[in-house]
């Protein structure tokens, strides 16, 4: 399968910073990458959808000036958690999609611990 | 509210034996269907799939059957292997692009014991 790699895996920060994630495809080109977050014992819940060149789409209740997307090439897209507080940590996950790969999956990164502090 | 929909939380299973998961959807739109498998502290690896116009997928050790009629999925592992220790998510897209946004259930976790 597709190799998607997130960076950091794992970032502390204290109340009111800002902290950007990057999510990179690195065997295809990916024209859609998606966000999530998961809190302990739950399921994934969809952020955003990203698509290459043009504004992420957010999903209800999502605020787009806190969580700032940018998918500015066909294997990078990058999460940028804006003023963070201690309600953002989470662990947050992206995925990727398009032109490559089989079945029609999504591909996930490993992973963002955010913790703040 | 949620769109798909894994009751059971939990499952254990003896190595060697069958595990069988289960899941269920309320979107009659939904038309393509996943099943990952999550480690803590990594990313969901895909496992299998199966479009509606299907009703079983069977790759290895790992089956998937589609009932449209009842809007339930599950998945079968035999033989288990203590690898097979996770949680696994159930997902699913509507509309003809299988590459749209996928909605997760809560998971099941799996313990294979020996």
């Known amino acids: 399968g597709a190799v998607v790699s997130q960076h950091p895996s794992r970032v502390i920060c204290k109340s009111g910073t800002s902290v950007k994630i990057e999510c990179r495809s690195l065997?295809?080109?990916?024209?859609?990458m998606f966000w999530y977050r998961q809190f302990p014992k739950q399921s994934l819940m969809l952020m955003a959808t990203s698509n290459e060149g043009s504004k992420a789409t957010y999903e209800q209740g999502v605020e787009k000036d806190k969580f700032l997307i940018n998918h500015a090439s066909l294997t990078l897209s990058t999460l940028t958690v804006t003023s963070a507080h201690p309600e953002d940590s989470s662990f947050y996950i992206c995925s990727a999609g398009g032109t490559s790969g089989g079945g029609g999956e999504q591909f996930f990164g490993p992973g963002t611990r955010l913790t703040v502090l | 509210d949620q769109q798909v929909k894994q009751n059971s939380p939990s499952l254990s299973v003896q190595e060697g034996r069958i595990s069988i998961l289960n899941c269920d959807y309320t979107?009659?739109?939904?038309?393509?269907f996943l099943w990952y498998k999550k480690y803590p502290a990594e990313g969901p690896t895909f496992l299998i799939s199966?479009?509606?116009?299907?009703d079983k997928n069977e790759d290895g050790r790992f089956t998937v059957f589609l009932n449209k009629s009842a809007k339930h999925l599950s998945l079968h592992i035999v033989p288990s292997q203590p690898g097979d220790s996770a949680v696994y998510f159930c997902a699913a897209s509507a509309g003809t692009d299988s590459w749209g946004k996928l909605q997760f259930g809560a998971g099941t976790q799996v313990v294979v014991t020996p």
């Open positions: 979107n009659s739109m939904f038309d393509y």
């Open positions: 199966i479009s509606s116009i299907k």
């Open positions: 065997d295809f080109q990916a024209t859609t």
